[in-house]
């Protein structure tokens, strides 16, 4: 027992540093991975980094191909839109609930995360901005006490991440206004129009990756 639980802790941190190297672009998509040059430099043998494999492929983030190896995950431009759409569903269906049972304390955390852009979100810092939509996101899936939820969002948001490196797709001076108002409509428990703002926010985020996608 006391080896398995071994094994899983030094697979755990495999699979976690072999991600953020995938999701850096420091291991590009269609790129073949040298396990054995990998072991050597994670330091972990190749039963761990095995089960780090596994780990990864379930999340899309890499491929087992037959007699030829592990490769980085390409990533078709269609599976870029579905993993947007179902994205966006799974965050509406999160967002009815939350709308329902907020508390004021909740609310008012939502607000905090976009309060230090209030004056000026035009001259926001871009990379403070763009922590603050990551939490809010983050946030509402967590609030909604939707478990399935969450565990299947890390899929969708690693082929989105792949996909737009430069970080947010869209900027603070488009984007304050929208998350403003939806956080005020949940703090009203109006779950109708949390679900229609949040559905647009999705909608215009969408067009942009596809206008992204055409250029590539």
Do not use: W
Request: with cysteine; glycine share 4%; aromatic share 8%.
């Amino acid at each position: 027992m006391k080896k398995q639980l071994e094994y899983y802790d030094l697979s755990f941190q495999a699979y976690k540093r072999i991600k953020a190297m995938i999701l850096k672009n420091e291991l590009p998509a269609g790129v073949k991975i040298v396990q054995e040059k990998l072991a050597g430099e994670l330091g972990v043998s190749r039963m761990p980094l095995h089960k780090a494999f596994q780990m990864l492929e379930n999340e899309l983030l890499v491929e087992s191909i037959p007699r030829r190896g592990i490769y980085v995950k390409k990533i078709d431009p269609q599976e870029i839109i579905d993993a947007f759409e179902c994205r966006q569903a799974f965050e509406v269906m999160a967002i009815r609930r939350v709308a329902k049972n907020i508390t004021p304390n909740q609310i008012n955390s939502l607000f905090h995360l976009f309060a230090p852009f209030a004056g000026d979100p035009g001259n926001a810092d871009l990379s403070k901005y763009e922590e603050a939509d990551r939490l809010f996101h983050r946030t509402i899936l967590e609030l909604s006490g939707i478990r399935l939820i969450i565990q299947q969002m890390e899929v969708f948001s690693n082929i989105i991440v792949r996909t737009y490196q430069r970080g947010l797709i869209r900027g603070p001076k488009e984007t304050y206004s929208e998350h403003i108002a939806i956080i005020e409509a949940i703090a009203r428990h109006d779950s109708d129009t949390s679900e229609l703002l949040l559905t647009d926010h999705f909608r215009k985020s969408r067009e942009k990756i596809e206008e992204i996608i055409k250029l590539q």
